[in-house]
């Protein structure tokens, strides 16, 4: 099925799969989404909806949330065995697309954050999922709908979150400007220090 199948079905959710930064590194990530509105417009996620995107899948049938939620099933020991150990690492290199969205992210690729994405995509492949296969820019969304997001583009204080935890979200019908999506979360990476 493709991303775009199920759209106009009133059940239809937006899948994709991501890390959730821990809850202390989501509140400053917030904090300074907030900071970040007052300077340029726009409308800041909250810390519950910020995450790192691994692969997106597109409009689903909710039906298919189950079937998605068990890609994640093994997919970090996986990952673990076969890299390096989970480092930590810090976001601070301020970015946008196009002149509404600002985001963060590190300051260099992540070779697990980058080889979880692969991992993924592996299986959505393997499964006969449609997925956007762009390469992964690893970033969190910080604003929607800036005035003038290329504005704030450069480096800020590091925000180094001490965990991730590795998920499968949607939005759809259900969502609100307190949460925009729904999570199923999955397995925690521990990093090493």
Known sequence: ???????????????????????????????????????VGGRPLAAVDLHLTLAFVGARNAADTARLADM??????????????????ALSQLGAFGPKLLWIGPAQPIDWVQA???????RLTEAGVDHDERPLRAHLTLLRGARRATAARGTVAPIAPAGWT?????????????????????DTVKLAS
């Not at 937006?14 to 990530?29: G, N, S, V, Y």
């Not at 979880?116 to 592996?122: I, K, P, T």
């Not at 979200?169 to 609100?176: E, I, R, V």
């Open 72 to 89: 994640l099933d093994g997919l970090l020991p996986a990952v673990q065995a076969a890299q390096p150990p989970c480092i930590p690492f």
């Open 1 to 39: 099925m493709s991303p775009q199948a199920g759209a106009h079905d009133a059940r239809a959710q937006r899948f994709f799969f991501a890390l959730r930064p821990d809850p202390q590194a989501a509140a400053a990530l917030a904090g300074l989404a907030v900071r970040l509105a007052a300077q």
């Open 116 to 122: 979880l994405s692969d991992g993924l995509r592996r």
């Open 166 to 186: 590795l998920c499968l979200g949607w939005s759809g019908l259900d969502s609100t400007p307190q949460r925009r999506y729904q999570w199923h979360c999955h």
